[in-house]
């Protein structure tokens, strides 16, 4: 089978790479390639990849081309991997600097940053989508450029179901939960329900049985891993869930600005700086074999360790444990999605997908994200309980701001932009939705089409 990556410059590629060279089975991909707009991003990632394929030892490791030339790379394609980053880190940084100037949160998936990044990819997104529909009509999509749900709603409309979104948080989440009530997460059913970032895990059974309320009960076990310290136990028995992570800057919203803006920078500046070390060590070629894969490892350990830092500090918790920082994440997702389709493998996963009628307070076509049986002919959501009403609440203004989002980027309007940034539920003005409007535009040139 033949991958292409779309973002394959970017920096978490050899994850995915990884993951497919452990994958010896019949009918695995066996050549892999990469487009990016950025030659230079792009020979650094292919360095990185050709010193994985060497120090794995694999005899059958899957070949790999680079090209900016998106037609080339679609052409031929079995699945298509989209991670792009429109306007770059640069762009993430002025996302966040342009919100905590208006006392707003400017996180690259939540709140005004959230939107000022959609806002610049769904344009990009229906284009790539449109592309593909064009050049590469059999392949699937599996989409993991944020904000995730929202792009992914985007290409559906070009590609249907044959576009699927795919995030690591509710994997993580699922795991960790799992291991702390004895269970091996491959063997429990997560029922997890919401949208990509805005989403609970309301219950983990093992042989049909719901182990959660026994967690819950348990304020030691609670606040032993990554959200039980984010939250506290307290507030998780109030909700009689545990939350996705992200929805730490809704419940804590006042203290995690506050600590975004104490910080010495933004997590999208930390990386900007931190990336831009790295790219230029990966793409060296007088360096030593190795030594781009070297570079990759060491930065990729300080990424995770640092990872959303500002949530802790406003939590009063420490450092991430070494087991929050274990690997499995989307690139597992990515390749057992993968198998299930190409091989009729099936799997349950959780992913990004139309409502159809899993969620009665949505739509058909609105995109969430729920466990999903996954066969040859794509990932079916499975009935899910109806949502709480707070819960309903959050979920239904955000995807109202997702479809404003998804107007404004057809019709070029302003109007429809201003109305995205002022009904999120953190942006707190109307007159502060016009401000960050007029900032992002001054910052963005990808926003002119607003008028």
Request: hydrophobic fraction near 45%.
């Amino acid at each position: 089978m033949r991958l292409t990556i779309l973002g394959g410059g970017g920096f978490r590629v050899p994850l995915v790479y990884g993951a497919l060279l452990g994958d010896h089975a019949e009918g695995r991909v066996t050549q892999v390639t990469l487009y990016d707009e950025d030659p230079a991003r792009l020979g650094a990632m292919a360095r990185v990849l050709a010193d994985q394929a060497t120090a794995s030892g694999a005899p059958d490791a899957p070949a790999v081309t680079a090209t900016g030339d998106l037609d080339e790379a679609l052409r031929g394609a079995d699945f298509v991997f989209s991670a792009i980053r429109v306007g770059g880190l640069e762009g993430r940084a002025a996302d966040e600097r342009v919100a905590l100037a208006e006392g707003v949160l400017g996180q690259e998936t939540i709140g005004a940053g959230g939107i000022a990044y959609g806002l610049r990819t769904v344009p990009v997104a229906r284009e790539i989508a449109r592309r593909v529909a064009r050049t590469a009509p059999e392949a699937w999509v599996i989409n993991f450029t944020n904000p995730a749900g929202l792009v992914t709603e985007a290409m559906a409309e070009e590609l249907g179901d044959r576009v699927i979104g795919i995030c690591d948080s509710p994997v993580g989440l699922g795991r960790r939960v799992a291991r702390l009530l004895g269970a091996r997460p491959e063997e429990a059913w997560i029922d997890y329900v919401g949208l990509n970032h805005l989403g609970w895990l309301r219950g983990l059974r093992i042989g049909g049985r719901d182990e959660l309320p026994r967690l819950l009960a348990d304020t030691e076990a609670l606040e032993s891993f990554e959200e039980g310290r984010l939250f506290g136990a307290e507030w998780l028995r109030s909700l009689g869930a545990i939350p996705n992570e992200y929805l730490h800057y809704y419940y804590f919203n006042r203290d995690t600005v506050r600590a975004y803006t104490e910080a010495e920078q933004t997590r999208g500046a930390f990386l900007r700086d931190q990336q831009r070390g790295f790219y230029a060590e990966a793409g060296r070629t007088d360096r030593p074999a190795g030594a781009a894969l070297a570079a990759w490892d060491r930065t990729r350990a300080e990424r995770e360790a640092t990872y959303m830092a500002e949530n802790r500090e406003a939590a009063g918790v420490g450092e991430r444990d070494e087991s929050d920082l274990e690997s499995g994440g989307y690139e597992k997702v990515a390749l057992a999605l993968m198998r299930a389709i190409a091989r009729d493998e099936r799997a349950t996963l959780i992913l990004n997908v139309r409502n159809r009628s899993t969620l009665s307070v949505l739509d058909a076509q609105a995109v969430i994200e729920v466990p999903c049986l996954v066969d040859a002919n794509g990932a079916h959501p499975v009935a899910v309980d109806p949502l709480p009403l707070h819960a309903v609440g959050l979920v239904t203004s955000v995807k109202a701001v997702e479809r404003e989002v998804l107007a404004a980027a057809a019709s070029g309007s302003r109007a429809d932009a201003v109305k995205a940034f002022a009904l999120h539920p953190l942006v707190d003005s109307v007159g502060v939705a016009r401000r960050l409007l007029d900032g992002y535009a001054a910052e963005h040139p990808g926003l002119a089409y607003l008028r």
